[in-house]
């Protein structure tokens, strides 16, 4: 690859989706997407057991419902509920369908913690999950820790960047290829940075993105996102699924936002959705950690 180079900010307009409109649009097992469908119309971090999970049946409605994948440091990880445990029951309700289970869950407040009836293979289980929220696992994972080396490719000239040697305050948004309104959302944090008064305390801005649903790696989606780069103002760097999946979870239409600090120590985390009731609320604090971070590191 070619040389390392630094990461600067600069302006991004409100474009809606990082795809053309010729670009497939990303495909995937999980009823994740459901979640967040459910949750958009709520709050950027509702109640969250942490599962990727699937209808049996092959198409939403036509369960039962089947775990596909746990996120690590969720609720469902600490009850050590695994891929392939089927969902039959929660707090008594039955769960005919993965949307079911989504309605349920997402009803009820972080911290609760829920009984659940599952099937393991031939075995019934009854196990307890407390329900978290992706910026509290996010913030349990990452907050106070230094970024391991974390090269990603810069799109524009595809050099390489390492996220844990930054120099400055920086926010990362980690958003899926497919994200509609993610644009909107990184154009609002951009303008914010470039018409901060405080020059002495300068804080970047970068998108970072993968192709979490075909896990197709930085390097096969180059092209892709050249053509996207074009409408952007800030960098777009180009990270593998693995390297994404340390820094955000399989939302479909979710950004997840780190504050690097100038020793390259995460500071803070914000899981954001676009166009919801408290997405200006969740914007102001993440400005003002970023705010607070660039500042305590220029004392």
Not at 84 to 98: N, Q, Y
Not at 104 to 115: C, D, E, H, Q, W
Not at 252 to 280: K, W
């Amino acid at each position: 690859m070619a040389s390392r180079r630094s990461i600067s900010s600069g302006r991004i307009p409100a474009s809606s989706t990082i795809l053309s409109r010729e670009d497939p649009p990303e495909t995937s097992t999980t009823l994740e997407r459901g979640i967040a469908r459910t949750s958009a119309s709520k709050a950027s971090n509702p109640a969250f057991l942490g599962v990727g999970m699937a209808d049996s049946g092959g198409i939403p409605g036509a369960g039962p419902c089947v775990i596909n994948s746990v996120e690590e440091g969720s609720g469902a990880d600490a009850a050590m509920l695994q891929p392939g445990d089927v969902f039959e029951r929660l707090d008594g309700a039955a769960i005919p369908s993965c949307d079911s289970l989504v309605t349920l869950i997402t009803s009820k407040a972080p911290g609760t913690i829920i009984r659940l009836d599952m099937r393991r293979r031939e075995q019934a289980l009854k196990v307890k999950a407390e329900l978290l929220t992706r910026d509290e696992i996010l913030r349990r994972r990452l907050v106070g820790q230094p970024m391991p080396v974390t090269d990603v490719l810069r799109v524009e000239d595809r050099t390489t960047v390492d996220l844990s040697a930054v120099k400055r305050t920086t926010i990362v948004g980690w958003f899926p290829m497919s994200c509609a309104g993610c644009g909107a959302v990184l154009g609002e944090v951009a303008r914010w940075s470039r018409d901060r008064k405080d020059r002495h305390a300068p804080i970047s801005v970068v998108a970072a993105t993968a192709d979490v649903g075909l896990h197709r790696s930085a390097l096969d989606n180059l092209e892709q996102l050249r053509i996207a780069q074009r409408s952007l103002d800030v960098p777009l760097l180009a990270a593998d699924p693995d390297i994404y999946a340390r820094f955000a979870m399989k939302d479909p239409d979710r950004i997840h936002f780190l504050v690097i600090d100038c020793r390259g120590v995460v500071q803070y985390v914000a899981p954001i959705v676009p166009d919801t009731e408290d997405t200006s609320a969740v914007l102001d604090e993440l400005y003002a950690a970023a705010e607070q971070t660039a500042r305590r590191m220029v004392r």
